[in-house]
């Protein structure tokens, strides 16, 4: 951290940590908060590991007042959390008081500390009773979030200033409806396009209505979106049936999603792989207007690179890990032949290269290939690892270095140009882990799940540290 503490960051440079609803709060059915798709999801056979359900997760909708004030001890600047709409909008019917006002003390209490909250309004807890018409494969559903959206802002516009609409709407619809490991759980290709294009028009119709509300109350906002980004790394640069390999996965990883919004357009190479699911049947007239409003800031979310090939894999090659044995299927509509070789880098615990460079690439590229993005914050980066409580001590060095050699990446990102403006850490605290359940453990404060008393880890303390020379060197 020596040289990270002397680094020059931009002026006004956040360090973060980041959360999400569905993996914290627990408290799934009190306050008014009915089934998400993930409560639902998480009670059938085999969606996630040991059976785990988030109905008590880390218990934050109970703990948050000492919850923020571990974040003040850490010295955050800022807390990006998410809303969950299963709370704010309960069956899909009408506001609920209760789970708004509990969103409304945590962003008092966060000012009250000095950190700056940074509010993400979809992290992936659609009402169930939404799914059970149709979810985001019926467009209804986007209008219903528009909705969702104004109901957070009628309550927290007068003191919340970041707006992020979706986290990485490729799991929430790829992942989700096709490669049925996330909620709903379903491995339908029809359903997983639509529901792509639909959360992309929900993006374009509350940013509109946000930056509308805003307009007319005089108040000065930033909105963006969050998205998962990767560098599709062929396998063999030389082969033209791996470049062929990456092509395809950046396509339906990254310009899928980027373009809409920055282009106006979908990437036609991509439609043409997809071209026997007739993706262009869910756009209809206008909808890319909406959808490519204009953003202020895109949240960039990455932990590895994907090496991929268009070549099958080995007959003796190991399988991918994966949490349950329940059947699933490629996200990849139109190159579900496209495998990924594992490459010669460190693991973490889920299986993912630890490989700091793609971090600082990605960066730079986006900024070379879009020059018309907004700002970069990084608003996930973390890693998972096996911990090992000792007494009140959590050492977690292969963490602690990986956060390190990430931030460094975002620092060379900067200096060659990428215009990045913050840094949030994946995850605060140790949580439901989606499919994984509690076996996969990201956060910077370990957990124990038992009696659920927070102890910061030694990544914790090296990061509090590093933000705290920071701004020491300013």
């Not at 929430?172 to 029809?190: F, M, R, V």
């Not at 946000?210 to 998962?228: F, M, S, V």
């Amino acid at each position: 951290m020596n040289s990270l503490s002397t680094t020059t960051w931009p002026k006004g440079f956040l360090w973060g940590s980041a959360t999400a609803a569905a993996q914290i709060e627990g408290a799934a059915h009190e306050g008014g908060k009915e089934d998400s798709i993930w409560d639902h999801y998480a009670r059938q056979p085999l969606a996630v590991a040991n059976g785990d359900t988030p109905e008590v997760a880390v218990d934050h909708y109970h703990r948050m007042t000492d919850d923020v004030q571990l974040m003040k001890e850490l010295g955050l600047d800022s807390y990006r959390f998410s809303t969950s709409w299963a709370r704010v909008v309960p069956g899909d019917r009408t506001p609920n008081a209760e789970g708004l006002d509990f969103y409304s003390r945590l962003v008092d209490s966060l000012l009250e500390a000095g950190i700056l909250p940074w509010l993400t309004l979809y992290h992936w807890d659609l009402p169930q009773a939404l799914q059970e018409k149709g979810g985001w494969a019926n467009r209804d559903t986007a209008y219903r979030f528009a909705d969702y959206a104004e109901a957070v802002y009628s309550v927290l516009g007068d003191r919340v200033s970041h707006w992020t609409t979706f986290n990485e709407p490729l799991c929430s619809s790829l992942i989700g409806y096709i490669a049925g490991e996330h909620a709903p759980g379903l491995t339908d290709p029809n359903q997983g396009l639509a529901a792509l294009h639909h959360q992309h028009l929900a993006h374009g119709l509350a940013a509109n209505r946000l930056r509308e509300l805003a307009t007319e109350q005089q108040r000065e906002i930033e909105l963006g979106i969050t998205l998962n980004l990767t560098n599709a790394v062929p396998n063999d640069p030389s082969d033209p049936v791996d470049l062929d390999a990456a092509r395809r996965i950046d396509g339906i990883w990254n310009r899928m999603f980027l373009e809409p919004l920055v282009l106006g357009a979908y990437p036609a190479d991509v439609i043409e792989d997809m071209r026997d699911y007739d993706f262009e049947q869910y756009i209809q007239a206008g909808d890319l207007d909406i959808i490519s409003a204009p953003i202020d800031f895109l949240g960039v979310n990455h932990y590895h690179d994907d090496n991929v090939s268009g070549h099958p894999a080995p007959a003796d090659a190991a399988p991918g890990l994966r949490p349950t044995t329940k059947p699933g299927r490629s996200m990849f509509v139109g190159s579900e032949f496209v495998t990924m070789p594992p490459r010669d880098l460190p693991r973490t615990a889920m299986d993912w290269e630890v490989n700091p460079s793609g971090l600082h690439h990605l960066l730079v590229r986006l900024g070379q290939e879009y020059p018309t993005l907004p700002p970069l914050y990084v608003t996930e980066n973390g890693a998972s690892y096996d911990d090992t409580r000792e007494g009140d001590s959590i050492d977690d060095p292969k963490r602690a270095s990986y956060i390190a050699q990430h931030i460094q990446a975002v620092a060379d990102a900067i200096a060659d140009g990428a215009d990045v403006r913050g840094y949030f850490v994946w995850s605060l605290l140790d949580n439901f882990e989606w499919a994984w359940g509690y076996n996969k453990r990201f956060g910077i404060v370990y957990v124990d799940y038992e009696t659920q008393e927070r102890i910061p880890k030694q990544s914790a303390k090296e990061y509090a540290a590093l933000i705290a020379a920071t701004k020491a060197a300013v």
